[in-house]
């Protein structure tokens, strides 16, 4: 029965984009004056998989462009050619080319050869022009390629595993591979057939002794084999050398049949891979499933835990009810690793972030003709995946904004007493539950004279104003505000940093900047580790409860009646040390109906969002718990001032407070004052 190999074609696609960052990590990282000959290799052996692979599965565009790749590596590697700054620069523009052909291949984009054809020239000229003079050859690797000679014979024995053909490896693929590489025999060894009414059609029960004769060199006959190189048992060995050369020219690779093998290699995937990493590939949706289900597991423990409290005096004096308690402490702790250890299926290293940067420095400061380094650390610290994909852009915005507006020319430096490379650095490490990512740069620093200068002409402050440094950073995340001179494709436009800002504030994260001129600027950008759980803290107002993340609060306080103000007989104010915060009434905004509405001897907790300090008075401050968010935007509609719903353990349903839209929210002075938002429409919603 013939294999469907479209099934294994996501798992090829996956791991051949991968390749493509290990290879472009490599040749960013290469030194054209000390080459060395193992890091020439990796990436070769990188762009041999690919190919290889793509011709597998009949993608022979993508074949036949990585081949040209594949053969000025290989010059390079053997010496012949040798590697300039150009011929690194080429080499990465074929690799944005092999990343989209890949990309278009994957949503099924017909692909237009031509489109790709000026890199594959350029590529086609290194070979040409490039090659390496007399005595500046490469040191070789260590590994020598056998070359073969007019009508030698190579015999080779292919032993795969029993289950080769259900990772979508055909044999008989391999060898008509091999007949373009000279005249081949071939001998099937039957023996380990079983009876024809307990064969499974899906396994391979046959080994191969084959003789291939021509001019093949041994790595020609190597690459046909390398994807099922854990697959299979195989030996290459030249029949028509003397004693000595068979030796010299043998190849053997052994891989255990997993039906002998109590313990066999695991394959990464259902699809192909000659990989030891002992991991498995699965769709987000299944995982998403599964923590949305450990979610309503933790809502049911709760809800559990809950009810053996309100029946702690009734049964504490039966015999069974520390049996009960016992069993219900270790549902919690059972529960609670459970749900770390379902997050961590989704936590990935920010280095898949960080490992974009390098490639950006190196094009971009190329552009604007300045000599930039990067320094990295913190790349294996874990965030959840939804983070890491939207952290992105934000932080190449900010990338290109260090290296336009913060790292000085060469001259500049120089002139400065600083050295002439300048330098970004970016880390990243957990802290208090969070994630925090900066960048620094030690370049100019911001003019703040200039951005006053520029702010004042537009209007965004007074003439007679006192401008101190956080009013500085503000105006630097307005949209529309740039102080570049020239609008270039760079910069100069005023787009960038409010979009920062803007993907930061929708993670639930918050930017903080601080710049010294003349020394350079840092950014620390503070995101939650997961969109999933929030660490929040439960307050009671009226007979609702409302969630208020722990990451927005400064304190918690009991109101005084002397401390609270109006201003313009509007706007309250209250007086905490030494400045006046604005303080909303929670129960006024929401519509609830409470008590009282006299807030003496009430409570307040002072929260922060967006740079800005409000009070929130509440009726009660209740527990500290982690929760599992549920979209409101995806069950309801989107609300200003809440970001979500959870389900508490006595069943009823708590809103997520997003404190930077309600502290927005109460400053429009249109808003009625009672049922704005539908409280208890929402939470009907938020139940079902």
């Known amino acids: 029965m013939a294999t469907d190999l479209t099934q294994f074609h996501e798992a090829f696609f996956e791991e051949s984009l991968e390749a493509v960052d290990d290879m472009e990590s490599g040749l960013l990282n290469m030194d054209v004056e000390h080459i060395d000959p193992e890091s020439i290799n990796t990436i070769f052996r990188a762009a041999h998989s690919i190919k290889g692979c793509s011709a597998t599965f009949g993608f022979t565009d993508i074949a036949n462009f990585v081949h040209v790749m594949e053969t000025v590596l290989d010059e390079m590697r053997d010496g012949n050619l040798k590697p300039t700054q150009e011929t690194v620069d080429v080499l990465l523009k074929s690799l944005d080319a092999l990343r989209m052909m890949i990309q278009m291949t994957r949503v099924g984009t017909k692909l237009d050869s031509g489109s790709f054809s000026d890199i594959q020239n350029r590529l086609q000229s290194v070979l040409s022009t490039n090659k390496a003079h007399s005595g500046e050859a490469l040191p070789k690797s260590a590994a020598p390629v056998s070359k073969g000679r007019e009508g030698a014979a190579w015999e080779i024995h292919f032993e795969p595993q029993m289950d080769i053909m259900k990772t979508g490896n055909d044999p008989l693929r391999m060898f008509g591979v091999l007949q373009d590489l000279g005249e081949v025999k071939t001998t099937a060894n039957m023996s380990g057939l079983l009876d024809f009414r307990t064969i499974d059609p899906e396994d391979c029960y046959l080994s191969w002794d084959l003789t291939l004769t021509g ?237 006053i200068t520029k702010a004042k002409a537009r209007g965004l402050v007074g003439n007679d104003e006192t401008i101190t440094d956080e009013k500085i950073y503000e105006l630097i995340f307005k949209a529309g505000f740039s102080t570049a001179d020239i609008v270039s494709d760079v910069s100069g436009r005023g787009v960038g940093m409010d979009v920062v800002k803007k993907n930061i504030k929708a993670l639930g994260g918050n930017i903080e900047m601080h710049s010294v001129e003349g020394q350079g600027t840092s950014f620390t950008i503070r995101l939650p580790l997961t969109l999933a759980i929030l660490d929040g803290q439960l307050v009671r107002v009226g007979s609702e409860t409302y969630i208020v993340p722990l990451i927005s609060i400064i304190e918690s306080l009991q109101i005084k009646p002397e401390y609270v103000n109006k201003v313009a007989g509007q706007a309250e104010v209250y007086k905490l040390r030494n400045e006046y915060i604005p303080f909303i009434r929670m129960h006024d905004l929401f ?59 006595d069943g009823t349903v708590a809103l997520i407070v997003d404190v930077t839209g309600l502290i927005n929210l109460s400053h429009k002075s249109h808003l009625p004052r009672s049922g704005n938002h539908g409280a208890e429409k929402i939470t009907q919603v938020a139940a079902a």
């Open 215 to 451: 001019a093949a060199a041994q790595a020609e006959i190597e690459e046909v084999f390398e994807w099922v190189a854990d697959e299979c048992k195989l030996r290459i060995t030249m029949a028509t050398a003397s004693e000595n050369e068979e030796h010299e020219h043998s190849f053997e690779h052994s891989a255990v049949r997993k039906s002998d093998d109590p313990h066999p290699h695991e394959k990464s995937a259902n699809g192909p891979s000659h990989s030891d990493s002992a991991s498995i590939r699965v769709g987000i949706d299944k995982v998403d499933a599964i923590i949305n289900m450990v979610g309503e597991l933790v809502i049911t423990q709760s809800m559990l835990d809950q009810l053996g409290g309100e029946f702690e005096e009734e049964l504490k004096n039966s015999a069974k009810y520390e049996k009960l308690r016992s069993g219900l402490i270790q549902l919690e702790r059972n529960t609670r690793e459970l749900q770390e250890s379902v997050m961590r299926i989704r936590m990935l290293p920010i280095s898949y972030v960080f490992n974009r940067v390098p490639r950006i420095v190196h094009d971009l400061s190329k552009k604007l003709n300045k000599d930039v380094n990067v320094k990295m650390s913190g790349e294996n610290t874990e965030l959840d995946k939804t983070v890491l994909e939207k952290i992105g852009d934000p932080l190449v915005h900010l990338i290109r904004n260090a290296l336009d507006h913060g790292i000085e020319s060469p001259q500049q430096r120089r002139a400065s007493g600083k050295p002439a490379t300048g330098t970004i650095y970016l880390n990243a490490y957990h802290k208090g539950g969070n994630i925090v990512v900066e960048v620094r740069d030690d370049g100019a620093g911001l003019n703040k004279n200039k951005i």
């Open 591 to 649: 519509g609830v109906v409470t008590p009282t509405t006299d807030i003496s001897g009430g409570l307040m907790v002072v929260v922060e969002g967006d740079g800005k300090r409000a009070g929130l008075v509440v009726d009660d401050l209740l527990a500290q718990q982690q929760v599992v968010i549920k979209s409101l935007e995806t069950n309801y509609r989107r609300i200003d001032g809440l970001s979500g719903a959870t389900i508490l353990g």
